[in-house]
């Protein structure tokens, strides 16, 4: 974490290297918060447990630095990630430490092999039954396809060719969607 602090993305960088570079940071960082509080139950304990004055979750929290700029997890996730780089795959690689979110990664992301371990996550989360029920007629997908849905349609696109770009069980434009309950508990796995 002291890298990535001191180490900010250059404009020199390719967009793949800046993306690689944002995904490692924000999944090193929301382990350090829970570790920072550990033991929890779910990371949204976090944000009811303390009181940080116009502080309402635990991704609003400016906890770490990078290049000197006081920063959250709501900066690198909607500030930066979903703001510049227009690739709804970062929902199936940006870690939330609960049950319902991707899984984390013996490795780091790299600029090399991005692409390559975009698709390994989105292939690994969408056919996982516990974050997605896939059926030929219904669908039950994980509320990422609900709550960030402009993410999931621009540019053409639609939840079910993502969905069918990675799930071993394809469906239609017109088959039923619906989202699953998150689960916020602690993945400590």
Not at 87 to 108: G, K, T
Request: aromatic share 14%; with cysteine.
């Amino acid at each position: 974490m002291a890298l990535l602090s001191k180490n900010p993305p250059a404009a020199s960088w390719s967009r793949n290297e800046q993306l690689a570079y944002w995904i490692n940071a924000y999944n090193a960082y929301t382990i350090r918060l829970i570790l920072n509080y550990y033991p929890v139950k779910s990371i949204k304990e976090i944000g009811s447990s303390i009181q940080i004055p116009f502080v309402t979750t635990p991704w609003a929290a400016k906890f770490f630095s990078i290049g000197g700029e006081k920063m959250s997890l709501d900066n690198i996730e909607h500030g930066t990630l979903r703001k510049q780089y227009d690739d709804p795959r970062i929902h199936f690689a940006l870690v939330c430490a609960s049950m319902s979110c991707a899984r984390l990664r013996n490795e780091a992301y790299t600029a090399a092999r991005l692409d390559a371990q975009f698709d390994d996550q989105g292939r690994d989360f969408l056919n996982d039954p516990a974050k997605n029920s896939i059926s030929p007629g219904k669908a039950q997908l994980s509320n990422y396809f609900g709550w960030y849905k402009s993410d999931w349609t621009s540019n053409g696109q639609s939840v079910a060719k993502w969905v069918n770009r990675y799930s071993k069980t394809k469906i239609d434009e017109q088959t039923p969607l619906t989202f699953l309950d998150y689960n916020w508990q602690l993945n400590e796995q």
